[in-house]
């Protein structure tokens, strides 16, 4: 009798159970079959929308002119250059510390400072900021203001002994050639035999395009780069500050922010209403001397590729929720989340809507004028700009500014 009951109950139960798996497997497919029918509808609906009703989408360029005549009023400018000098001989070595100790000295007892200038970094035993031109502060971050940043002596004795670094102002050629004078200071008595071209080394470069538009009427991808993000300028009420493309440490990232927001912030002057910066931050790990071959002849820019973001939003086919990642995330995003098929359709369809900025006769031209003027960093007596009259008012201010 038991036993029976328990037989009646167990076949119940697995009536139930296909029963229950047929309804789900029903309720899958209409719900499969309603979501295709949405997305269908939602493709129909797109091509009436306006596009200014997406989320995040861009509005019209305030200015008469097209993006396309925009890049005629690009400008290139150094903004980071980094360097390094290798030296074996332990007098030279001893001689370099005794020289920046000195230094630090003089501007100590000749400014009436207080405070210590010469200090330890996180890899070298002494570091010091150094004026050219123009009087600095020694305690505060110098923001667009020319100076040489200079570190001697590394804990680590596998780097090399001195590292100098130029960063927030895009250098003259007269302020290479009077960084040049500093590191002969440094250096002292043999550095006609170290401060060659050749014994120079070249480990960050960050080259920086401007050009007025603002940053929500352009998109940016970088080839072969595998990883990407971008910064919310919260005090904008969330508006896109910042996108990267690539790794920090990688030969080759591009940064893409709104300079003009960048200025306030740091409080720099600025003379547009809007501009955007395409910073190429490059670590070409060559000597000074094949800088600008190993740079402009090794194709790292033929990589970058800029869109006009107003054409993108003007193609019909392109799903609302792949222009709202666009908007949002950045290009690269927007193709990392695609499939493989997906994302060779889309690159091609965008084509139409790719911006000559890369490569440009006029951006590489510029780059490469920017490049030589480094050259001045080892300008010598042999040389013909060494007698320039630029050159001679460097020496002149030098030798009476800095007895």
Request: proline share 4%.
């Amino acid at each position: 009798m038991n036993k029976s009951k328990h037989t009646q109950k167990k076949n119940r139960s697995k009536i139930n159970s296909k029963t229950s798996k047929k309804t789900k497997k029903f309720a899958d497919n209409k719900t499969k079959k309603h979501f295709k029918n949405k997305l269908a509808a939602t493709e129909t609906k797109k091509k009436g929308e306006s596009k200014s009703l997406q989320p995040g989408a861009s509005t019209a360029l305030p200015f008469s002119n097209s993006i396309n005549s925009a890049v005629n009023q690009v400008s290139v400018e150094l903004d980071k250059f980094v360097g390094v000098i290798h030296c074996s001989y332990e007098l030279v070595k001893e001689e370099c510390i005794q020289n920046i100790k000195h230094i630090a000295n003089f501007f100590k007892k000749d400014q009436d400072l207080n405070i210590e200038l010469l200090r330890r970094s996180k890899s070298y035993q002494y570091s010091i900021k150094l004026p050219l031109f123009q009087s600095i502060s020694w305690n505060r971050p110098l923001h667009g203001l020319p100076h040489l940043y200079i570190e001697v002596s590394p804990f680590n004795e596998s780097r090399p002994f001195i590292r100098f670094e130029l960063k927030g102002f895009s250098p003259t050629k007269r302020e290479f050639y009077a960084i040049g004078l500093w590191l002969r200071k440094i250096i002292g008595s043999q550095a006609e035999r170290i401060l060659l071209a050749n014994n120079i080394k070249i480990t960050a470069v960050d080259i920086a395009i401007d050009f007025p538009i603002d940053i929500t009427q352009i998109a940016v991808n970088l080839k072969h780069a595998h990883r990407s993000g971008v910064y919310l300028d919260i005090e904008s009420s969330g508006r896109v500050g910042t996108f990267y493309i690539g790794k920090k440490k990688s030969k080759l990232r591009v940064v893409i922010y709104d300079r003009v927001a960048n200025c306030k912030a740091k409080k720099l002057p600025h003379s547009r209403e809007m501009e955007t910066r395409v910073e190429i931050q490059l670590k070409p790990n060559c000597s000074l001397e094949k800088l600008n071959s190993e740079l402009l002849d090794g194709r790292f820019l033929e990589r970058i590729e800029v869109y006009d973001l107003n054409e993108i939003h003007a193609l019909d086919y392109i799903h609302p929720h792949t222009l709202c990642v666009i908007n949002m995330l950045g290009l690269k995003a927007a193709f990392q989340s695609l499939p493989k098929d997906e994302r060779r359709r889309y690159r091609k369809t965008f084509e139409s809507c790719r911006i000559d900025i890369f490569p440009n006769d006029n951006v590489l031209s510029e780059t490469n004028k920017r490049l030589k003027k480094a050259k001045a960093l080892v300008l010598g007596p042999d040389e013909k700009d060494y007698n320039h009259d630029a050159a001679k008012e460097v020496r002149k201010y030098f030798k009476d500014k800095y007895k």
